[in-house]
Nanobody, 127 residues
Framework: QVQLVESGGGLVQAGGSLRLSCATS????????MAWFRQASGEEREFVAGRYWSGGTFYADSVKGRFTISRDNAMNTVFLQMNMLKPEDTAVYFCAATRQGVADIADLGRLGLYEYWGQGTQVTVSS
């Protein structure tokens, strides 16, 4: 199976920045649709950002203008650049991947779309 390993989480003050990385296995990484989800304590897992294999992106309203998803195919890595962090961003962040197609870019936010998941990395934003 595809292996996803997140890194880059940590403690940061509100207003600061953090970049998460998701290292992936497989030589077909460039054709995968990738996404980031997060799960705060006591809450359900929610969509953060997604990137279709062709380059199209979609973001949750709560992170638009602050977070950017990108990928480096040569390194088989997807990134989540997080700027202007807020305490409300505190959560475990998960990388996810799928080779399934979607009818609309907004469908990238569906939990059931993703076949592969990483173990998660903790992001804590202090006031």
């Amino acid at each position: 199976q595809v292996q996803l390993v997140e890194s880059g989480g940590g403690l940061v003050q509100a207003g600061g920045s953090l970049r998460l990385s998701c290292a992936t296995s497989g030589r077909t990484f460039g054709t995968y649709t990738m996404a980031w989800f997060r799960q705060a304590s006591g809450e359900e897992r929610e969509f953060v950002a997604g990137r279709y294999w062709s380059g199209g992106t979609f973001y949750a309203d709560s992170v638009k203008g602050r977070f950017t998803i990108s990928r480096d195919n040569a390194m088989n890595t997807v990134f989540l650049q997080m700027n202007m962090l807020k305490p409300e961003d505190t959560a475990v962040y998960f990388c996810a991947a799928t080779r399934q197609g979607v009818a609309d870019i907004a469908d990238l936010g569906r939990l059931g779309l993703y076949e592969y998941w990483g173990q998660g990395t903790q992001v804590t934003v202090s006031s």
